[in-house]
């Protein structure tokens, strides 16, 4: 089967008056359908940059990304974008909120506006659909951020450091709460995060880059042998210290 | 584990209503007399000052004939009444002020757009930006005379040129300090940089305009005073200059208290308009 995503030697050099700054260098990689892979490396690797070359924000200087074999060249319907924080708009609604991506792809019809009631309800916020976001806790207001990217039925969502933001009980949480929504709504995910533990917890492959220019330095098969795997559950297996060691050793930290 | 999640959320949200204590109803109490208490005061100041300088005025330890005096004050102004012409004088100014008020708001935001929209021009117009911004726009004054002779359409241009610049210059800072985030979320749908100006950087920066709003109402009545102390046969700073040339300090007086209400009145307007459009403000 036809990968995903597909990046084809990617590489990104920034321009300044002070010289030429290669953010990434030679990257390769795929994503298979309904996969969950996790990109780790150390800040300034240009982790993020990768994913903004992946939905069509920036263009990268060299190589190609491929959706579902079609090259990128603006951003793609395919693709819902997670940012770090929820940037829910204060002067609107949580349901005009949701709302948001449809508005601006103008295809907000009668079936669309039913499809984000339902996910409303079922992930438990139907009732807070006429609040302000203000009147919502951190791990709510990140799971509207979710259904607003959902609404508009990505088959990809890309997470960038989606959970950077929360204090550390609540990301616990949430990320359990997304990634069920992730494997429920059946999307292929890409999670760009620095945090190692959470890298391993949910993904299926986590790719590991190197320091500046970032470059794939391995690629890391995940596999626990439980039942109904969550995140949480993920974290207290033996082998999760074991994919630790090594992505730690990996990186390689030199403070 | 992520449904009974949800729930404790919402248990969480909706128990912060149930019973009162004692306590909360001591300080609902504190709260309320502090604010009563602020209110009487205020009033006091005022009923106080008005009452010393009534009296200061009739033991003659104060010159009514420099300093007027309440009483005077309104004489005054039921016989302007009486006249006539107190709200053809109130009217003009109000109206110009009004006006001039409007315009600055509107084109200032629009050329602020027009600067966000493109950073090229916004650069070459910078210098200019900033030579207008400080320069004592009064100074223009008997150019827009001439230009476009003594009556109110010089007042209100006076009072555009004042209130202008600094209205474009406080959206343009509101519109570029926009959370750059948000902006990227639009963009991450698809948005076009229309979109990113009306879904995010517009209604963001409403909070920013109520304040440019706020700076203007009082830049208007001072562009609308200046503009009626060099050109005018009527208004509220035609009193005051007649007044001022003919030794009628109770005229000055009378006008400049009149004058003080309607600024008053049009800051509430705006006061008003900005819980209207401002909801939520976190």
Known sequence: MKPVVEVNNVGMKYQSLNGEITALENINFSVQDGEFVSIVGPSGCGKSTLLS????????????????????????PKIGYMLQKDHLFNWRTIFQNVMLGLEIRKTVTSSAKEHAIKLLKTYGLYEFKDKYPNQLSGGMRQRVALIRTLVTNPQILLLDEAFSALDYQTRLVVNDDIYDIIKKENKTALLVTHDISESISMADRVILLSKRPGKVKHIYDINFDIKNRTPFSSRETPEFRYYFQEIWKGLDVHV | ???????????????????????????????????????VIQILIFGVAFLLWEICANTKIVDPFITSQPSRVFNTIV??????????????????????????????????????????????LEPYLVIMNSLPKIALGPVFIVWIGAGPPAIIVMTLAISLIVTVLEVLNGFLTVDQEKIKLVQTFGGSKYQVLTKVVLPASYPTIINALKINVGLSWVGVIVGEFLVSKAGLGYLIVYGGQVFKLDLVMTSVIILGVAAAVMYQGVVYLEKMLVKNKA
């Open chain 1, 53 to 76: 070359i992946i939905s069509g924000l920036i263009a990268s200087t060299s190589g190609e990304v491929l959706l579902s074999g079609e090259k990128v060249t603006g951003t793609s």
């Open chain 2, 79 to 124: 016989r302007l009444y009486e006249d006539g012409v107190l709200f053809h004088h109130i009217g003009i100014t109000c109206w110009e002020a009004f006006v001039g008020f409007v315009l600055g708001t509107i084109v200032g935001t629009i050329i602020a757009i027009m600067l966000w929209w493109s950073e090229f021009l916004c650069k070459i």
């Open chain 2, 1 to 39: 584990m992520s449904m009974s999640n949800f729930e404790g959320d919402r248990v969480a949200k909706e128990t912060q209503v149930t019973k009162i204590s004692q306590e909360h109803i001591d300080f609902l109490h504190r709260v309320r007399m502090e604010k009563i208490s602020v209110r």
